[in-house]
């Protein structure tokens, strides 16, 4: 048995996938680890135990996955599958097959939170919760060692039993947490399921050989019947498992029971609960019994069937109070089902005499998506029990100041092992930090009698984004699923981020505290902001500084910081002697990089004896000096809510948020991320008026919208700061007018994306300048005051701008600005365009996915609104059905449409024919319509707000809608090509007028690089390990074949005008839309910054060619399929080679990569043929739209 | 005729040779060029530290968004312990090795003398039959001394022919002080054979753009002067094999090479130029030529004007020099007046 440091998700899979023949697979955090680990290990060719490569097959949604599972089964296949969350709900109906049809087979689950007023990635049991019911037995493991453990003993007990297992553990503090797992053997696997169950399993398998039919359709006589004739099999699960866990024991010297209990024989006061908090609780108990306190607990690992039995046996006859814990919620439920199944269990055990006292009973919820469950909140229960009456029901680990449930607890009650040495770095997620912590709990906890754990805590912005750190090291085994909460070392890795956040929040006395400060040993404490270094003098604490970016630059190692600071931690923080951590980070670098090749290793290992020499014990002076304070995270200018509940989760706090102060039906502001100065980067674009043209390709193609352009009256210039930029308009007949592009410097990634899309190159400049560049933020505080006053500049009136060009939008205010997407994102261009030409009366209907998250994911997001108030009302409602909300919006859109249109005939005699017909008949397809429409509305409106009467009323609650809306659809090709493609058909067939949006990536970009149905061919992808070996779907071409679809696709890299006209064409054809937007993006493995490059290399290798197919054109008599772009001209061997996604097979099978390569070229240009072939033809070959 | 040449010790069914260049990026295209009859095929230049460079990006836009978003700690499969990035040319080596009857020999080009090494036995284990040392040292660090490039080219010849049980050849560029001289000490290092010469990619200047522009361009007859002097100086001083590289573009050009004492030519740019079947055609000319005159093999008039072993260099030399200079000014002094 091998000791290694694994997560819980590897855990898992790693029994798992060892036990199974097939895996039917989909991504959805956070338990894609298990099914990416499966696709490698099989791509790989690694066996199972029984001699066979599992099979790995990823199907289009879970929905889609159960149901290959469900048929693998029949087949007679050992199958398994690994989901979450919303991804467990869509494998519902299917669970009720195969459990109705006693199937065995063991799904695992990193449980999650449920999307409901919000959606949560994080972990908790709502997803399981709500399969309880299904027939699968249910089983839980409360660690990583336990993940490993149940996934073998559930796969035993299934097969036994033939009863489905869900085996289930706490999404990211178990899938995601790394630490000790004494990994099974092929052979001790083998020994403990062995090969007869195996063909036990077989043999009830489907066959022509020996037919029987399962799935009838059954009525009223035998239905009820069948569904009991089972009950026998269920009875048999507990001693099934119970039988299995002996096994296991003799097996493997690991001992679990069904039901387990902790703490004094006689406690008084007993907390039941499952999953990895039963570590917390068992520690605190073992702490308070130390005490002499009678607590205890009891840990449920079987859930289902319920083992009555065993739970009652585990409660001490003492009990006076028991509360369950639930980490879910069921709202309106009486409790939720664990306290609800103890209550009945009690209640009749009571009631039928085999118990002499009924305990008190209280139900608690804790931890709903990831919340922190602590040995803190574990006291303060206990505490809770200890009084004469304890809350029926109650929270903890929140501050329910609404309906008052919430327990309160002393946060400061450390009950840690002092031998455990703890751990806390704040990092960016470009510096490598947690890369290399993932590292130092290898190393540490590789060696013999020294136990490690890594836990690592993100925010939600995909560029820019903080990590922090949570390690333990120790001599004993490592039992506590919870953030360190008072840390012996701190590494701060940024700067910027000690400005931003209390990092000594995990601070005690005499902690050891590294910064990377670009500030030498005896000046950075007094850079410190103040309230910090009266926290370095309060607390003792040993301070130690580093610039490790300047030695990781001159090690060559550009920003990664990571082996720097790695060692620095090894070389003070004591926790092994300092020659032997410094080796043994070398001897990791070696192993890590050496197929990357001897340089590689050479640089890392330069920087690591590098850092030594530019460590630095810093001397704290007895007082705080200097006046720096905290940046706070919002000005004081934002909206109230803004100031203290949004500044408050970007701060940190927002753990500390009551109950009251978050909205009741998640419903927020929009347009806050313009309160989030991030400053991430350290160089920004920098405008030259003098070169510049003004053409507007930058601020085009600008994906985080901090290029803005106006022009205005010179006199506009009056008050203007100290090195405002403006230029002459570069236009006729606007004399006297300037110009300029403002670069808003604090919100700019530093992407470069501007430069690489400036036409200009400046005469006599070197050769990489243009008129807009990327330079060093020199003076931010001037940078500030020059976008004040360029926002005090009116925005220029879309009446007098001209849409039809790339020029003409540069104007257009942006109602998406400033995403947390990645630097450089390819598809925030698009979503900006959207909202500069139709923001301020679109809805927006969209996919989970990447667009959601730096969309809708808080603090704070991007969508906001123009002066007027208006701009794009955005919703998410699920991945899968994405097309058919839209469509909702929609269809509600046009009921209100015609209410108002009616009641508008109805009001007629009041409000007069010509109000009345000017309303009704108004053309709303351009821009000048659509604005003298809005005036007619406005005017409208005001005049019923002059009378009065129900028909008024109706009329004044639906007259926004006499204004066409824009509806739009968005997702990527996860969406749009696989889990929502049925959707997308649909609403595509239905004929109304929607604008489907699909920012094709080619791949699950969010969930981490899964290949979806338009990955393209030998394109490397996680489920695609092997390359694709199919070619990515046509999804236009099936959407010009309805004929009365408008359909285009377009890459902004390659031809921006040809966009542009697609969105408007798009936006203005009264019929179903698609537009598919080729969209650049860091899965593919480029330099972003020359993304563009790239979607400009699609077009022109013909991958991606560009095309528009128009019914208007069809209905006019004329050929509507338009090719855009022109013949393919760059060999497709040439746009893969700056792709990694395509690189990676030529590195790991050159042969297959070539093939592939070839076959790509030959279907590019098959395809070229077809298309030209298309929009070659008479008009006459095309489908006549119906209705026009 | 019988035109088996043999050359690093391997028996080639001709000395005409397909030299290091863009025409054996893929293994069809190697096969097209064995299809014409050529004696070996030597794959376009590995350059090593191009390959890790490319690595080290790679790993970087691995490493770079990875461990940054709760949702996806990385963006690709860990596929790495399969991954090598040389992965292709080693494939191409072995692939091509199976599907052509003559020799595919590999060519290298690396600085740091443990790339070379390194390289050198993946590509032989590849299934090269012989390995080029293409060694170019950048030109334009004035700090090197002249005996510094000496010193490394040999030491990398012998690490190398150390490190590999394959014969190995070394290209040279003509910029030594004494080329000669300096081609027998390399020989010497135990190169078992030399190519004669590489060209220096000279970059040109785009006065339109403003710009240095990559100076990549296929060698004319006029090219082959310089190698074919030098083999013809060295071709009775060793028993090396030697190839004559550069300025073949007729099958004359080729015998030229042949009788200044080249075991093998070597052409690329004529096949860039007119294709890879252009070589049957030199082939055809070059056999034509040799029964025309009458030859029933190559070896017959290999070296036939070869600088004799017992001939005083420097007057050779001298008296090759002075009548240079007098067809010179019978041809162009006229022109003066």
């Not at chain 1, 159960?66 to 089964?73: D, I, K, P, R, S």
């Not at chain 1, 409360?142 to 003993?153: F, G, L, P, R, T």
């Not at chain 1, 083998?190 to 399993?201: I, K, M, N, S, T």
């Not at chain 1, 089902?337 to 008190?360: C, I, S, V, W």
């Amino acid at each position: 048995m091998a000791r290694v440091i694994i997560d819980g998700n590897e855990a898992a899979a790693s029994a798992s996938y060892r036990l199974n023949e097939l895996c039917s697979i989909y991504p959805i955090t956070p338990s894609s680890t298990m099914a990416e680990l499966a696709d490698e290990w099989s791509a790989r060719g690694r066996k199972n135990v029984y001699g066979s490569i599992p099979t790995v097959i990823e199907m289009q949604s879970e929905g889609g996955a159960a149901g290959a599972l469900h048929g693998a089964l029949q087949g007679g296949a050992l199958s398994t599958t690994f989901t979450a969350s919303q991804g467990l709900l869509l494998m519902i109906p299917n669970m009720y097959k195969i459990a109705g049809e006693l199937t065995s087979m063991v799904l695992n689950v990193a449980a999650r939170s449920l999307a409901a007023q919000g959606l949560s990635i994080y972990g908790d049991h709502q997803d399981v919760m709500a399969v309880r019911q299904t027939g699968f037995a249910m089983l839980n493991s409360s660690s990583v060692q336990e993940a490993h453990d149940m996934a073998a003993i559930a796969q035993l007990a299934t097969l036994r039993s033939r009863v489905p297992f869900v085996h289930f553990f706490d999404g990211f503090r178990t899938s995601h947490e790394e630490n000790s797992c004494e990994l099974l053997t092929d052979e001790q696997l083998l020994a403990f399921v062995p090969e007869d169950l195996v063909r036990a399993h077989r043999r009830r398998a489907l066959s022509p050989e020996h037919p029987y039919i399962r799935g009838t359709a059954q009525n009223p006589d035998t239905y009820f019947q069948g569904r009991e004739a089972a009950n026998p099999f269920y009875e048999a699960v507990p001693g099934i498992v119970s039988a299995a866990m002996d096994q296991f024991a003799a097996l493997a010297g690991r001992h679990y029971n069904l039901v387990d209990y902790y703490g004094a024989p006689d406690a008084e006061r007993v907390i039941v609960i499952m999953g990895s908090g039963a570590h917390t609780v068992r520690s605190t108990v073992e702490h308070l019994v130390g005490k002499g306190e009678k607590v205890g607990v009891v840990q449920i690992r079987l859930y289902r069937p319920f083992p009555t039995e065993e739970v009652l046996a585990a409660i001490p006859a003492t009990a006076k109070a028991v509360a369950v814990l639930d980490r879910t919620k069921e709202p309106g439920a009486g409790g939720e089902p664990l306290f609800l199944d103890l209550a009945a269990a009690l209640g009749e055990a009571h009631a039928a005499g085999r118990r002499d006292h009924l305990p008190h009973l209280s139900g608690g919820r804790y931890g709903l998506s990831s919340k922190e469950f602590t040995p803190a909140m574990v006291v303060g229960i206990y505490d809770e029990l200890a009084l004469p009456s304890p809350r029926p029901r109650f929270t903890i680990g929140i501050n329910d100041d609404v309906t008052m449930l919430s327990l309160p607890y002393d946060p400061s009650i450390d009950l840690e092992d002092p031998s455990t040495l703890r751990a806390v770095f704040y990092g960016l997620g470009s510096d490598g930090t947690v890369g290399a912590n993932k590292n130092s709990v290898k190393i540490l906890g590789g060696i013999e009698g020294t136990y490690a754990q890594g836990y690592y805590v993100y925010d939600s912005k995909k560029s820019g984004s903080r990590t922090v750190s949570h390690l333990r090291f120790g001599p004993k085994p490592i039992e506590a699923p919870y953030l360190v909460s008072q840390a012996g070392f701190i590494g701060c890795h940024h700067w910027s981020i000690l400005e931003r956040v209390d990092v000594l929040e995990f601070a005690a006395p005499g902690t050891v505290l590294l910064i990377n400060a670009p500030f030498g040993p005896d000046e950075v404490f007094a850079q410190l902001p103040v309230p910090m270094q009266a926290k370095i003098i309060a607390l003792g604490i040993e301070l130690w500084t580093i610039d490790a970016n300047l030695v990781a630059r001159k090690a060559g190692m550009g920003r990664r910081t990571n082996t720097v600071l790695q060692t620095c931690f090894f070389a003070i923080s004591k926790v092994m002697p300092r020659a032997e951590a410094i080796e043994a980070v070398k001897a990791t670098i070696r192993k890590t990089y050496a197929r990357k090749g001897a340089d590689v290793v050479a640089k890392n290992e330069a920087a690591v004896d590098a850092s030594v020499d530019s460590l630095f014990r810093v001397e704290v002076p007895a007082a705080p000096v200097g006046e720096h304070q905290m940046i706070p995270p919002v000005p004081s200018s934002a909206p109230e809510f803004v100031r203290n509940v949004t500044g408050s989760m970007l701060a940190g706090t927002g753990d500390s948020l009551p109950v009251s102060a978050l909205p009741v039906d998640g419903t927020y502001p929009s347009g806050t991320t313009r309160y989030e100065k991030r400053n991430i980067s350290d160089v920004i674009a920098q405008w030259d008026p003098e070169a510049c043209i003004q053409c507007g390709n930058c601020a085009f193609v600008c994906p985080h919208a901090v290029l803005r352009a106006k022009y205005y009256n010179s006199s506009a210039l009056d008050g203007a700061p100290e090195g405002f930029e403006s230029a002459p308009l570069n236009a006729a007949g606007f004399p006297g007018s300037r110009y300029t592009l403002q670069v808003y410097a604090e919100d700019c990634t530093g992407c470069g994306l501007c430069t690489e899309a400036c036409p200009v190159k400046p005469l006599g400049a070197t050769s990489n300048r243009r008129a807009i560049n990327l330079a060093p933020v020199l003076e931010r505080d001037k940078e500030i005051a020059n976008v004040a006053f360029f926002e005090k500049i009116p925005v220029n009136r879309r009446s007098r701008i001209d849409f039809a060009n790339v020029r003409g939008t540069q104007f257009l205010e942006p109602l998406f600005e400033f995403s947390g997407a990645c630097s450089g994102c390819g598809e925030t261009p698009y979503l900006k365009l959207l909202t500069q030409l139709f923001g301020g009366r679109a809805t927006v209907a969209n996919a989970t996915g990447c667009s959601s998250i730096y969309g809708g994911n808080l603090p704070t997001t991007p969508w906001s609104s123009n002066k007027y108030g208006r701009g794009p009302a955005w919703s998410n409602s699920l991945f899968e059905d994405n097309a058919e909300f839209g469509l909702g919006l929609r269809l509600a859109a046009d009921l209100h449409t015609a209410t108002a249109r009616k009641r508008l005939e109805e009001l007629r005699d009041e409000l007069g024919d010509e109000t009345v017909d000017a309303i009704l008949d108004a053309p709303q397809q351009y821009e000048s319509e659509l604005s003298q429409q809005r005036a007619r509305v406005d005017a409208l409106k005001s005049r019923l707000d002059g009378m009065t009467g129900a028909k008024v009323e109706d009329l004044r609650s639906v007259a926004d809608h006499l204004l066409r809306r824009s509806v739009w659809i968005v997702g990527g090709d996860g969406w749009a090509y696989d889990i929502g493609s049925a959707g997308v058909d649909h609403v595509l067939a239905s004929g109304r007028n929607v604008n489907i949006l699909v920012l094709d990536t080619e791949v699950y970009s969010n969930t981490g690089g899964q290949a979806s149905k338009s990955t393209p061919l030998g394109a490397v992808a996680k489920f695609a390990a092997g390359g694709k070996v199919t070619t990515k779907k046509d999804m236009a071409l099936q959407a010009t074949a309805y004929g009365n679809v408008y359909v285009a696709r377009v890459a902004m890299g390659a031809d921006p005008q040809q966009t542009l006209k697609a969105f408007r064409e798009a936006e203005a054809y009264d019929g179903p839309s698609l537009i598919l937007a080729y969209s650049h993006c860091i899965a593919h493995g480029i330099d972003m910054r020359k993304g563009l490059d790239q979607q400009y290399a699609a077009v022109a290798s013909g991958h991606w060619p560009l095309m528009r197919y128009n019914p208007v054109l069809r209905a006019a008599g004329r050929n509507p399929f338009l090719l855009d772009s022109p013949r393919p001209r760059l060999p497709l061997r040439d746009y893969h080679a700056k792709e990694l996604r395509f690189r990676m097979l030529m590195n790991s099978d050159p042969e297959a990569a070539e093939r592939l390569l070839e076959l790509g070229q030959e279907q590019v240009t098959r395809r070229w043929a077809e298309y030209e072939e298309m929009a070659t033809r008479g008009a006459e070959r095309f489908a006549e739209v119906a209705r026009s | 005729m019988d035109t088996t040449t043999s050359y690093l010790g391997l028996t080639l069914r001709h000395p005409l040779v397909a030299s290091a260049g863009p025409l054996s990026q893929s293994v069809d295209q190697v096969k097209a060029l064995a299809d014409t009859g050529l004696g070996a095929v030597v794959l376009y230049s590995l350059f090593a530290e191009q390959v890790q460079r490319q690595a080290e990006r790679d790993l970087a836009l691995e490493e770079d968004y990875a461990e940054s978003f709760a949702e996806a700690t990385s963006y690709f499969p860990s596929m790495d312990e399969l991954a090598n990035p040389a992965a292709g040319y080693l494939s191409l080596i072995e692939r091509s090795a199976k599907a052509v009857d003559v020799p595919v020999i590999a060519s290298l080009n690396a600085s740091a003398l443990g790339s070379w090494t390194s390289f050198a036995q993946q590509l032989v284990d590849a299934g090269a039959s012989a390995l080029e040392c293409n060694i170019y040292l950048v030109p334009g660090d004035l700090s090197m001394t002249g005996a510094e490039v000496e010193a490394q080219h040999l030491e990398i010849v012998a690490a190398v022919k150390q490190a590999v049980d394959v014969p190995v050849a070394v290209k040279l560029s003509p910029y030594f002080s004494s080329p000669g001289n300096f081609a027998l000490q390399v020989i010497e290092a135990g190169a078992d054979g030399l190519v004669l010469f590489n060209r220096f990619l000279q970059p040109g200047v785009d006065v339109e753009q403003l710009a240095v522009v990559s100076g990549v361009h296929l060698s004319s007859p006029a090219d082959a002067r310089v190698p074919r002097t030098w083999i013809a100086a060295l071709r009775r001083q060793t028993k090396a094999s030697l190839a004559a590289s550069s300025g073949v573009e007729s099958s004359a050009d080729a015998i030229a090479h042949l009788l200044a004492g080249a075991d093998v030519v070597m052409t690329t740019s004529a096949l860039v130029r007119h294709g890879a079947g252009y070589a049957a055609k030199l082939i055809a000319g070059m056999d034509d030529w040799a029964q025309s005159k009458g030859y029933t093999s190559v070896d017959e008039f290999r070296g036939l004007l070869a600088v004799p072993s017992d001939a005083d260099p420097l007057g050779y030399h001298r008296s090759g020099y002075m009548a240079a200079l007098e067809k010179a000014k019978s041809m162009y002094g006229s022109l003066r007046h």
